[in-house]
């Protein structure tokens, strides 16, 4: 399985970078993970807010494979339980789905073009976390779940 993760913004400090190496050193047993990071676009630089999120969004659909599934990360989300997170994967690889991008919009949200492309919305609950965050969140999500669907010790 190729899971890959799109993000607008690069981390700039070093633990967000560091939480997240080892989440993608753990998960290189269970699948080919990767992260692209696309460059957030200054509103202000850009001619405003949809303007911003056009520029990116252009940039996540290019990031983002053809035949690949597409599970953006939104507040609006369907909320999933670790072990439903790891029951709709295991459905997904059964399905024959190989290619999974999720997707971390900037903090102007992200373009209709990228939710039109998405095949399904995922939401960490109804709080507002830093980007940053959210990918340390979704990395370890995702490793959980490999972790649950084989019934390895690490959830409790």
């Not at 439903?84 to 399905?95: E, G, K, M, P, Y």
Request: net charge neutral.
């Amino acid at each position: 399985m190729r899971i890959s993760v799109v993000a607008v913004g690069k981390l700039k400090e070093r633990f967000w970078a560091d939480a997240c190496a080892e989440y993608l050193k753990r998960l290189s047993g269970y699948a080919k993970v990767t992260v692209r990071e696309v460059a957030d676009v200054d509103p202000g630089r850009a001619g405003g807010v949809e303007a911003a999120r056009a520029k990116e969004g252009t940039a996540i659909l290019a990031a983002i494979a053809p035949s690949s599934h597409v599970v953006l990360m939104a507040i609006e989300g369907r909320q999933r339980s670790s072990e439903q997170l790891a029951a709709r994967l295991d459905a997904l690889t059964l399905d024959g789905t190989s290619d999974i991008t999720f997707v971390i919009g900037g903090s102007d949200g992200v373009d209709a073009a990228v939710c039109a492309r998405a095949d399904e919305t995922l939401s960490f609950g109804p709080i507002t976390l830093p980007h940053n965050l959210a990918r340390v969140v979704l990395l370890e999500q995702v490793y959980r779940a490999f972790k649950i669907s084989r019934g390895e010790p690490y959830h409790k």
